[in-house]
Structure formats: C-alpha cells, structure tokens
T-cell receptor, first 111, second 114 residues
Framework: EAGVTQFPSHSVIEKGQTVTLRCDPI?????LYWYRRVMGKEIKFLLH????????ESGMPNNRFLAERTGGTYSTLKVQPAELEDSGVYFC?????????FGPGTRLTVT | GNSVTQMEGPVTLSEEAFLTINCTYT??????LFWYVQYPGEGLQLLLK?????DKGSNKGFEATYRKETTSFHLEKGSVQVSDSAVYFC?????????????FGTGTRLTIIP
C-alpha cells in the first residue's frame, strides 16, 4: 500500500510568486491534514479535511493560503502571493480512524 | 489552549548510552500523547502513544509513560544505537477517538555516535 505522497519535495520561489503544493493521501483515508514547520520550530496544524469538506481551518495563517480537496481525494495548498515568512516544511497527513500517517513533506523556500 | 514543551536539542550520545528526552504538556481534559520520529529524508512516523493516565507506550526499545500528575510524557531508551539518530517530536491530541489535530513540540535532534 502506498503511503502519503507530496509533490514537489522542494520548491524555491521568489517573494510575490505563487506556489501550489500537492498531497495524495493513503487510499480510503477520509481525513487529511496539513501542518507546517517553520525555521526548526514546532510543527503547527494548518487545517483538516474530512472527505472534501474543511472540518477545521483554524490554523491557516491568513488569506494568502488556500486549501482544496478535490472529490475527497488529493489536496492542494496554494500560497499566493508568497512571503518570506512562508518558508518552511509543509507536511500532509491522512488517517482513516486514529493514527495519522505523514508524508515526507515539501520544503518551501521563499527568497 | 494546548501546548507541548520539549527538551531542546541537539542531543549527542554515544552508542549504548541511556536516552531521556523530556516532554511536558498543557491541555484541557484528557489528551492522548504521542512520540513521532523523523528519520533523515523521511516523513514523520508514529513511534509510540498513550491514551490515558499511567499508560506506557513502547516500541523499538523506546518507552514513555503518561504521567497526569506531572503532565509529562518523557521518552526513554536504555541503550541507543546509531540507527536511532533522528528528530523526535512529542505531540498531543485532545481526542481519544482520533481525527483531531495534533499539537507538537519543537522537536529534538538526536545524534548517536559509534
């Protein structure tokens, strides 16, 4: 069974540009989460999908971040326009009932 | 709100040394507690968990006991190996039933030297 996959693994963009991160959860997992780790600090929750619906988006930092989950399958996280403080590692996780399975993360560098 | 305070790293130990990574938490109610590990180039993996007070989670020689009286969940291993080199994250969830967001500590980078 394939694990959670994320694309790209690394993205370098300039301030003001747009970047879209993608997450493919484990097949059959209704729950999908986005987290972010900035500058070696704690990993912080961004939002939680149940199927295609946003269950909790309390961690989204501002309206430059837009997350979608098409048909309850893969999810995208768009940052537009990107700012320097958006640099960090973005993790996606999925779960069926309890344990969250994490992807390898996307390292975003905004210059 | 919920928070997790974790021992700052980096931590460097010799092979076969005893390991303790401290973790304390603040939460309302009865959270579930976790340790996640991230090996180089990989995603986070659940190492162990405990869902109620006095529970002991264990896996791969690692142990942690849920101490409600001290709000702690310290990670221990009696004899570390080079392959244990990784970043370790303490985390909690408000729910015992899953499907709730995780609150993480800052992570502790562990390096084991032969």
């Amino acid at each position: 069974e394939a694990g959670v996959t994320q694309f790209p693994s690394h993205s370098v963009i300039e301030k003001g540009q747009t970047v879209t991160l993608r997450c493919d959860p484990i097949s059959g997992h209704d729950n999908l989460y986005w987290y972010r780790r900035v500058m070696g600090k704690e990993i912080k929750f961004l939002l939680h999908f149940v199927k295609e619906s946003k269950q909790d988006e309390s961690g989204m930092p501002n309206n430059r971040f837009l997350a979608e989950r098409t048909g309850g399958t893969y999810s995208t996280l768009k940052v537009q326009p990107a700012e320097l403080e958006d640099s960090g590692v973005y993790f996606c996780a999925s779960s069926h009932h309890y344990e969250q399975y994490f992807g390898p993360g996307t390292r975003l560098t905004v210059t | 709100g919920n928070s997790v305070t974790q021992m700052e790293g980096p931590v460097t130990l010799s092979e076969e040394a005893f390991l303790t990574i401290n973790c304390t938490y603040t939460a309302t109610g009865y959270p579930s507690l976790f340790w996640y590990v991230q090996y180089p180039g990989e995603g986070l993996q659940l190492l162990l968990k405990a869902t109620k007070a006095d529970d002991k989670g264990s896996n791969k020689g690692f142990e942690a006991t849920y101490r409600k009286e001290t709000t702690s969940f310290h990670l221990e291993k009696g004899s570390v190996q080079v392959s244990d080199s990784a970043v370790y994250f303490c985390a909690l969830s408000s729910s015992n039933f899953g499907n709730e967001k995780l609150t993480f500590g800052t992570g502790t980078r562990l390096t084991i030297i032969p």
